[in-house]
């Protein structure tokens, strides 16, 4: 594949931004006939990202300097007007000392951010790594060390809406961030992510749980999020835990659990998944306002069966779109999840209680992506209100 082509309704993550080079080949065709790629993101171990926050802190440092150097000039620059003015014709020193032996004025360059230079980095290790055709790529990893600071994730490119779960979302990233961050407060849990796509964040999150139960919909995207989850096994079987994939639709009130459908649910699943969850996932899912609703309407059914109390984490980011309705550029997708959170949170039904809050963003990045002002991430409390 050469170059990617656009329809109407094609959509195309950020993360995979990229036209694979003429060199590379894809590993597979999926079902639906769509090229499947194999990216590789890794994980920046304490080393690396101590390194990048050295970059940061002596980046801040050299900025300052800078700054401070241009104020110094500026200031001579100003009192040397001023002298102008007073009919003193001197040449500000300032000047003098920014021009080269020929008079030509030297530009002092602001250093490049460390986050720029992660940001280019970032676009090498993002931009699929295409594995050699014809053999499948589960067989060779058996055979290939593992290394443990890399998370391998089969996704495909630019897909229709319908298909937006085969790629990953800079949500997702976030939220990985966050999980890795605070690995400690899910240690043996078990937890329920909600429109889960490749699996990449109940990858991450299997590093820490007991039980992760990875739900979306379609047996072909099912199928790509199990191979994802078998294709990293080296991240989940040093903390002894699983990652479940099942089929969860927010459009249907119950849990399939019909035997002969692939990525149904047992009875005894089930039973499990209500009485001992205490962490709900979601990245990127809030884009289409009927299926925010959907969402919102099967956290409150589920939450509410839930026999403890459960922290729900939320990724989003916040697209901004021309709207035809305003005449303006808006973000309608956001909004919506905003008001709908806002319902959530003022909830009093005397069943059950919502407490909603944004959550900073300063925890450390341990994957290389541009972690744009426009994410969000958002927890909210569920707990019974008897
Ligand atoms: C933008 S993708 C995000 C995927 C993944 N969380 C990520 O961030 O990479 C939205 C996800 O919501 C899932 N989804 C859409 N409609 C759904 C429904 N009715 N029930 C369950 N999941 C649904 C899609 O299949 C897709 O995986």
């Known amino acids: 594949m050469?170059?990617?082509?656009?329809?109407?309704?094609?959509?195309?993550s950020d993360i995979h931004m990229h036209v694979p080079s003429k060199r590379h080949l894809m590993v597979r065709l999926n079902t639906a006939g769509q090229p499947v790629f194999l990216s590789q993101f890794k994980l920046l171990l304490s080393k690396s990202r101590r390194k990048l926050e050295k970059k940061e802190k002596d980046f801040k440092k050299q900025d300052a300097k800078c700054r401070q150097t241009y104020g110094k000039k500026l200031e001579e620059e100003e009192?040397?007007?001023?002298?102008?003015?007073?009919?003193?014709?001197?040449a500000p020193e300032g000047i003098e000392a920014l021009l080269d032996e020929d008079g030509d004025l030297e530009v002092v360059?602001?250093?490049r951010l460390p986050s720029?230079?992660?940001?280019?980095?970032?676009?090498?290790?993002?931009?699929?790594?295409?594995?050699?055709k014809g053999r499948d790529v589960l067989e060779e990893?058996?055979?290939?060390?593992?290394?443990?600071?890399?998370?391998?994730?089969?996704?495909?490119?630019?897909?229709?809406?319908?298909?937006?779960?085969?790629q990953v979302w800079r949500g997702a990233f976030l939220l990985v961030d966050y999980i890795l961050s605070e690995r400690d407060l899910f240690k043996d849990c078990t937890v329920l992510e909600l429109g889960g796509g490749t699996g990449i964040v109940s990858i991450a999150m299997a590093t820490a749980a007991k039980t992760v139960y990875c739900t979306d919909i379609g047996e072909d995207l099912l199928d790509t999020c199990k191979r994802n989850v078998a294709l990293n096994k080296h991240l989940s079987e040093p903390a002894g835990s699983k990652v479940k994939v099942r089929m969860l639709d927010w459009l249907r009130d119950e849990f399939c659990t019909d035997p002969d459908i692939r990525y149904s649910w047992s009875d005894q699943e089930i039973a499990e998944l209500h009485d001992l969850t205490t962490v709900i996932l979601a990245a990127d899912v809030f884009y289409d306002d009927d299926l925010t609703d959907a969402f919102f309407r099967t956290l409150y059914r589920i939450t509410h069966n839930l026999k403890k109390p459960c922290s729900v984490y939320l990724s989003i980011e916040k697209r901004l779109n021309f709207s035809l309705r305003h005449?303006?550029?808006?973000?309608?997708?956001?909004?919506?999840?905003?008001?709908?959170l806002n319902d959530l949170a003022n909830i009093r039904d005397g069943k059950m209680r919502y407490y909603v809050e944004p959550l900073g963003l300063s925890f450390p990045q341990h994957i290389v992506y541009e972690r744009v002002e426009q994410l969000e991430l958002w927890k909210i409390t569920a707990s019974s209100d008897l």
């Open 2 to 12: 050469d170059e990617v082509t656009f329809r109407s309704d094609t959509v195309l």
């Open 79 to 90: 009192e040397g007007k001023q002298n102008d003015s007073a009919g003193e014709r001197k």
């Open 109 to 111: 360059r602001k250093p």
């Open 116 to 132: 720029e230079e992660a940001e280019d980095l970032s676009r090498d290790k993002v931009c699929p790594i295409i594995l050699t």
């Open 141 to 166: 990893e058996e055979h290939e060390d593992k290394s443990c600071d890399v998370i391998k994730i089969e996704h495909t490119m630019a897909t229709p809406l319908e298909d937006v779960g085969k």
């Open 327 to 340: 005449m303006d550029v808006a973000c309608e997708a956001y909004s919506h999840f905003r008001d709908t």
